[in-house]
């Protein structure tokens, strides 16, 4: 696997309070990886030790090769970042907001353009950003952390606090990033989010990594009742072991037309988190 | 790397300019004390017999160059360091220094511009247009140091505008203070400002001395250190 982001046994500390503890884990290229926990869970510290903002007190964290705490010059032209706070100049409007970044990055106009069209921003670029709603605003910083098409963009609850059809637009954004093969690196405490998203995710709870995996796996191996449940047309609610002595039973209720819905008992990620942890991801 | 050292400058230089049209609170600083100096001198100094013509020209180009790059600069930075449009920034490859550079020049130039009205109204022509421009760029300059200095330290704009009033106002005010009393006048003597308004006071500019250079250096050597400290401890975080 060739390794986009590596943290190993990071620690961080802020005066006597831990953070982070023996944290470690690697990111593959094109992957989307997600990093799941609930607030104060130590998310943020780890994007901000990744992208040299602050340094493990011990461990060693890399970005794209190069050690976080000695990011090489330029290194931030191969990253986009969509962070919790926006970011963006309030007054200026939307079409000054890329094109200051557009200069800085020595991007042409036209560039601009063709992300506010993918972004549906097309025609608020000319308001003020002030004026935006949040979901206009949450595109606006997404379309600013992909302008210079980076190699790595990092997400940081992209959308958190947004309506379902503004959510699932960036989500669409987000796989077409993946797609041109960016690697994505999306903190959420959002676990239909991760499920349906991320390739890959890891589970941290207080500053301590709990679990890791593919998301359907993850939720296969906590699958500890087993069951089959059957809501049947008459009304009744069975609950099967799924196992093959159901399977004639099944099979009865289905020739006999008696089935309603079936489905079966695997957890969602956020009953993993609180199997593992006794919290919520909240 | 000097074309990505420039491109990076100028679009900070760029943005400013742009806020600064939108953003009434900032546009209003520049504007406000050559225009107060336009309209004492028109309808005041002008009228009356015994009292110079560039009288308000003098004390507002002193005002100015002790108060408002120094208010404007720390505001601007703490104001990007609050909402995190800083961060942003050095996240996009800015560095600090580019980032200075583009504010302190974008400051300095707006200032430079007013102190051009100042010397027109002042009545300064030719080489004593350029010596006035001089001596308040050197004020201005000196100001943009505390005020970047101030900026640097303070975690937001509340505590910015905290920090920078009282000490712009000293600046600012002490030499207007000091034409009326002789106390005064002899503090504020260590004060760049009051230097700067001894040497425009002289229509002439005579008044050009070693010394008051001098303690405009040491004033602007105190303010670098106080910058200095600041952006080690600080940075742009």
């Known amino acids: ?282 | 790397m000097t074309a990505v050292r420039s491109k990076c400058i100028k679009a900070v230089f760029n943005k400013q300019i742009k806020d600064t049209l939108k953003n009434k609170a900032t546009l209003i600083q520049f504007v406000m004390f050559p225009m107060l100096a336009v309209i004492f001198t028109e309808t005041i100094a002008k009228n009356q017999a015994d009292m110079p013509n560039n009288y308000f020209a003098i004390m507002f180009a002193t005002i100015y160059a002790g108060f408002v790059p120094m208010v404007t600069i720390s505001s601007i930075i703490s104001e990007e360091k609050e909402q995190h449009t800083l961060k942003m920034l050095m996240m996009a490859n800015v560095k600090p220094g580019q980032y200075l550079v583009g504010i302190g020049s974008y400051v300095i130039i707006l200032c430079a511009l007013g102190s051009c009205v100042f010397g027109m109204i002042g009545g300064y022509v030719g080489l004593d247009f350029l010596k006035f421009l001089g001596i308040m760029l050197s004020g201005v300059l000196t100001s943009t140091l505390l005020g970047a200095a101030i900026g640097l330290f303070s975690k937001n704009q509340m505590t910015a505008t905290a920090m920078v009033l009282p000490l712009a106002m000293i600046a600012a005010f002490l030499p207007m203070i000091a034409m009326f009393n002789e106390k005064f006048e002899k503090a504020a003597r260590v004060l760049y400002t009051q230097q700067i308004s001894y040497m425009i006071n002289d229509p002439a500019l005579e008044s050009l001395t070693a010394e008051r250079f001098l303690i405009i250096g040491i004033n602007m050597a105190i303010f670098l250190i106080v910058f200095v400290i600041a952006y080690r401890r600080r940075s742009l975080s």
């Open chain 1, 1 to 282: 696997m060739n390794a986009v982001i590596e943290m190993n046994k990071v620690k961080k500390e802020f005066g006597n309070k831990t953070v982070l503890s023996d944290v470690s884990f690697s990111v593959g290229k094109g992957q989307i990886f997600g990093l799941l926990g609930p607030s104060g869970a130590g998310k943020t510290t780890i994007i901000n030790i990744l992208t040299g903002q602050i340094r493990p007190t011990d461990g060693t964290a890399k970005l794209l090769g190069f050690d976080s705490a000695k990011l090489a010059d330029g290194i931030y032209n191969k990253i986009g970042m969509v962070l919790d706070e926006s970011g963006v100049y309030e007054r200026l409007s939307a079409a000054d907001n890329m094109i200051m970044f557009a200069d800085i990055y020595g991007i042409s106009r036209s560039r601009i353009t063709e992300i506010s069209e993918k972004v549906g921003l097309s025609d608020a670029m000319k308001k003020p950003v002030e004026t935006l709603s949040k979901g206009m605003k949450q595109r606006l910083v997404l379309a600013r952390a992909i302008l210079h098409s980076p190699e790595l963009l990092f997400l940081d609850e992209p959308t958190s606090g947004l309506d379902p059809a503004t959510a699932l637009r960036i989500h669409e954004l987000i796989r077409e990033q993946q797609k041109r093969g960016c690697t994505i690196f999306l903190t959420t405490h959002n676990m239909e989010e991760a499920s349906s998203m991320c390739d890959t995710i890891i589970l941290l709870n207080k500053g301590r990594l709990v679990e890791r995996g593919v998301p359907q796996e993850l939720c296969r191996k906590y699958n500890k009742d087993n069951l089959i449940y059957i809501m049947t047309k008459d009304g009744k609610e069975l609950n099967l072991d799924n196992n093959h002595r159901s399977a004639k039973k099944i099979a009865h209720l289905f020739s006999e037309n008696q089935v309603e819905s079936i489905h079966s008992s695997e957890p969602n990620l956020e009953t993993v988190f609180i199997t593992l942890t006794g919290r919520k991801l909240v």
